[in-house]
């Protein structure tokens, strides 16, 4: 069940691949760990599902609040 007020991340197949590919480099450069292509690939489903739309739903706010800006800026350009 989706939370009120929270977007899902919706990735194509090739940025998952690519995605999961950062993970498992990330888990062997940093953790020294060997992880295969699921794991990489269950990652990024928890990151995407449960973290990213925080990242995301920022995302909003900020574009909102420049566009208010601008929107402004240009009421005043007007008077």
């Known amino acids: ?4 007020g929270i977007s ?3 990735l194509t ?4 691949k690519q995605a999961s590919q950062e993970i498992i480099e990330y888990f062997a450069r940093e953790r020294e760990e060997s ?3 699921l794991a990489g690939e269950l990652i990024l489903d928890f990151i995407t599902n449960k973290i990213g ?3 995301y739903n920022q995302a909003i706010v900020d574009v909102q609040k420049y566009m208010s800006e601008k929107i ?3 009421y005043g350009l007007m008077h």
Not at 1 to 4: C, L, V
Not at 13 to 16: A, V, W
């Open 13 to 16: 197949k090739e940025q998952k």
């Open 35 to 37: 992880i295969g292509d």
């Open 53 to 55: 739309p925080y990242f």
């Open 72 to 74: 402004e800026d240009m």
């Open 1 to 4: 069940m989706r939370k009120a």
């Open 8 to 10: 899902t991340i919706e």
